[in-house]
């Protein structure tokens, strides 16, 4: 101890002799520089030093994101590079945009107001010619996903209350009391699904993105009131909805993207070691949309609990199967409100719940937490202004769609649906296991209702392409591994459906197998290529490209300028059915 005493008051003396000799040292070293010399280094240091923070720190991007971003703008500024780089991007995109939604012979867009309104024949008329603009039949289970429910007595039960109700407004509560009080009633509902206490509330959104935006908005408010966070951070797998990422954007957040485990469940270890002070929430998803797989929420739980940050499950997809699954004969590990440390969950009606499209519920432990997630104008000329969601106006009749369905539907009625839907997927990922070059992707304790199915022994790109060129099939295809899922929903549930995807799904792959080395279509390879791209802005302007013709009204492709016709006419389908863009 005595010997650490002396090394101490030596360590200090030392460095009170470096401070006071410091400025004598400095002064000798600038005596002969000239005075405006010394203001311009000193003022052109400062400016850089600062630029550098700013640059470093003023972001919601990770730096490393941001240094690739930086690095690939920079080249493309490189004069004859950036030009080389544009045009080949433009003709790639030219054949693109120019097939994309493309009207049949004699189909034309409506752009202008008839002169004079007319008749309801006319008006029925005409929409049962756009009708005939579907292809893809959904009612015999071709799509992964999309159609969750499909029955002549539901679709007859949204039709008559659409009739009564469209015009109502829960932003009226005053006018529409029966609207505000079947609102409460489902978010209720839903809360104690989830095993909610008496503290538990929520709200009814749009969709499952609004419930995840309006539960980060919450959190953001909540790090932020309670300390000084510049960029509060989301902490979850890379397996997590891209909704999260949207959050981020939109509030000026950050992400944490962590790795998943061998099973695809989110890596406890990393995502604790990713964890600091401006951790706003952790994310567990139940399940996640890429592989079907339940994050293991008590452990994230467990997580949050230690460290003080609050517990977001994203429970969109299986919002209406999990809670039934115990019921129906496949018991899961707790995910919801009984798992102490989980603080909020986002649970789509419109999926699992077969409510109409545009709803869902966000959910929370308590009140103090939503309190963050309202928008408040107290100042505005136009009187006090508050709003729990992004929506202002909506239509009465989708929250009294919501409520009628529940009830249509009641418990044993989901459990029923559920133990065919989940019976339905075990069976499907048993078969495609014993399938030889597949591979599906996590174990049947963790799964839900999505089938992640991939290949280490050719490119499964190819395997679903053929399954949509020649078979006809609606897949959703993955990246980061390649890989395409098949999520089965209550149509998917009928005689023959599942059996019929099997045989189309051995007959191609035997056909790849046999043939290895086959030309890859133009989709699988586009796609492919998009996943390898380094340069992510290049895809991202593809992606802007095709969600710009979304809401084209001509059939000239928009904000294109290719020089090569010839590449046009060579590859005009490619990407032609861009299914695997998800426009939400």
Not at 154 to 168: D, V, W
């Amino acid at each position: 101890a005595e010997y650490m005493g002396e090394t101490m008051q030596s360590l200090i003396d030392y460095s009170v002799d470096v401070i006071r000799c410091a400025p004598i040292k400095i002064d000798n070293l600038c005596k002969d520089v000239p005075p405006w010399k010394l203001i311009v280094i000193s003022t052109a240091s400062t400016i850089a030093s600062v630029q550098l923070y700013i640059a470093l720190t003023d972001s919601n991007k990770p730096l490393p994101m941001r240094l690739k971003q930086w690095f690939f703008r920079s080249v493309r500024k490189l004069p004859v590079i950036g030009a080389n780089i544009q045009r080949e991007v433009d003709e790639r995109l030219a054949p693109v945009l120019s097939e994309m939604f493309k009207l049949p012979e004699g189909c034309t867009y409506i752009v202008n107001l008839p002169s004079k309104g007319w008749d309801k024949c006319k008006i029925f008329d005409t929409l049962k010619e756009y009708d005939k603009l579907e292809t893809i039949n959904y009612r015999d289970g071709k799509c992964s996903g999309s159609v969750y429910f499909y029955g002549d007595e539901t679709m007859e039960l949204y039709r008559e209350i659409y009739a009564s109700y469209s015009h109502t407004n829960p932003l009226h509560a005053d006018i529409w009391p029966n609207v505000r009080k079947m609102e409460a009633e489902v978010v209720r509902i839903c809360c104690n699904l989830f095993h909610g206490g008496k503290e538990s509330c929520g709200n009814m959104t749009t969709g499952g993105t609004e419930s995840i935006l309006m539960a980060m908005r919450a959190y953001r408010g909540a790090l932020q009131n309670r300390r000084s966070v510049k960029y509060p951070e989301i902490l979850a797998a890379v397996s997590v909805h891209a909704a999260f990422d949207k959050a981020a954007d939109y509030f000026q957040m950050r992400i944490r993207h962590v790795d998943v485990d061998k099973l695809g469940r989110v890596d406890i270890r990393a995502m604790e070691r990713s964890i600091n002070r401006s951790t706003a929430v952790l994310v567990a998803s139940a399940p996640s949309f890429p592989h079907g797989i339940v994050d293991d929420v008590v452990a994230v739980a467990k997580l949050g609990k230690r460290y003080g940050i609050p517990v977001h499950v994203d429970c969109c997809l299986g919002g209406f199967l999990l809670p039934f699954m115990d019921d129906a004969g496949y018991p899961m590990e707790p995910f919801d409100f009984r798992v102490d440390g989980v603080t909020s969950i986002s649970v789509d009606t419109h999926k699992y719940g077969f409510t109409p499209k545009g709803t869902s519920v966000v959910l929370y432990s308590n009140r103090e937490i939503r309190r963050f997630q309202y928008f408040l104008a107290t100042e505005w000329t136009g009187g006090m202004y508050a709003s729990p969601t992004m929506s202002g106006s909506r239509s009465g009749a989708n929250v009294i769609a919501t409520w009628a369905v529940l009830m249509r539907f009641g418990r044993t009625g989901y459990v029923d649906t559920t133990r065919k839907i989940i019976s339905t997927t075990r069976y499907l990922a048993e078969s495609i296991r014993r399938i030889p070059g597949l591979i599906v992707y996590g174990g049947d304790r963790q799964r839900v209702s999505v089938i992640g199915i991939g290949s280490d022994d050719f490119d499964s790109y190819r395997l679903s392409a053929a399954l949509v060129d020649q078979h006809g099939w609606n897949l959703n295809v993955l990246q980061y591994p390649p890989s395409f899922h098949f999520c089965v929903t209550n149509v998917h549930t009928q005689d023959g459906v599942a059996d019929s995807f099997l045989d189309n799904l051995r007959t191609c792959t035997a056909e790849i197998i046999a043939n290895p080395k086959a030309i890859v279509p133009d989709q699988a390879a586009i796609y492919g290529m998009a996943a390898a791209v380094p340069d992510r802005s290049i895809v991202r302007q593809l992606t802007s490209a095709v969600i710009d013709c979304l809401t084209r009204s001509d059939d000239a492709p928009p904000n294109v300028e290719s020089e090569s016709e010839d590449y046009r006419i060579k590859v005009a389908k490619v990407l032609s059915n861009m299914n695997s863009i998800h426009c939400h």
